[in-house]
């Protein structure tokens, strides 16, 4: 069943800037990842974060984890046009599936 | 790192025929796969889990009957759509887990490209 909610639903910036979204879940989790998505394509891995850490980071990617408040966030810095994509979140509540929120649309304009 | 693969990537066919998608894992060995469909500007829902040498494990509300899963080897598992309709137009994606590539439950799991079918 699906548990993420991701806000916004939608986000266009300009290059070189940064984008921020956001995800909420409902039950314990093991950890959450971050996925990314081009147009009609399969899914990418971006990163994982377990539940007893708080924030992560992969080269221009930065993520957190609240446990307490059930969120986390993802942080794109200096925005690329090849950054264009969906983002989703997804939860591992330790029965080894994944459970994927709603997904938030990134467009960088040039 | 590891690579699902999915074949065919796009299928067309006309209601009331059979589908049959397949996902392998190609260089592990997949104790574990599972299928997602995706409907257009949606989210992925799982449909089930593809055990390999037992019967798949079902979401609710997946019909296992119209969605026949078959995990025959360590590195194949196959979706078969039956009688498939308009409505099971969709895009269906894979993903496999690799038991051996690191501690906890889903850590390691590598997705395939996906599959559109199209049900005219």
């Known amino acids: 069943s699906q548990q993420g909610e991701e806000d916004p639903q939608a986000l266009s910036i300009q290059e070189g800037e940064n984008a921020t979204m956001n995800c909420s879940y409902k039950?314990?989790?093991?950890?959450l990842q971050w996925y990314r998505q081009n147009s009609g394509r399969g899914l990418v891995h971006l990163i994982l974060?377990?539940?007893?850490?708080r924030e992560k980071h992969s080269g221009r990617l930065r993520v957190t984890l609240d446990t307490s408040k059930k969120s986390s966030s993802l942080l794109i810095t200096a925005s690329r046009a090849a950054d264009t994509a969906s983002y989703f979140c997804?939860?591992?509540?330790?029965?080894?599936?994944?459970?994927f929120g709603a997904g938030t649309t990134v467009t960088v304009r040039a | 790192g590891a690579v699902v693969s999915q074949h065919p990537s796009r299928v067309i066919c006309k209601s009331g025929t059979s589908v049959k998608i397949e996902c392998r894992s190609l260089?592990?060995?997949?104790?574990?796969m599972f299928w997602y469909r995706q409907f257009p500007k949606k989210s992925l829902m799982l449909m089930a889990t593809?055990?390999?040498?037992?019967?798949?494990?079902?979401e609710q509300g997946v019909e296992k009957d119209k969605f026949l899963i078959n995990h025959a080897s360590l590195t194949l598992s196959t979706l078969t759509v039956t009688s498939a309709h308009p409505e099971d137009s969709s895009f269906y994606i894979c993903?496999?887990?690799?038991?051996?590539?690191?501690?906890?439950?889903?850590?390691?799991?590598?997705f395939g490209p996906g599959t559109r079918l199209t049900v005219l």
């Open positions: 997804a939860t591992d509540a330790y029965d080894y599936k994944l459970s």
């Open positions: 593809s055990n390999e040498g037992s019967k798949a494990t079902y």
């Open positions: 974060i377990r539940s007893n850490e």
């Open positions: 039950t314990s989790i093991n950890n």
């Open positions: 260089d592990f060995q997949a104790t574990t």
């Open positions: 993903s496999a887990r690799d038991p051996l590539a690191g501690e906890g439950s889903t850590d390691t799991q590598y």
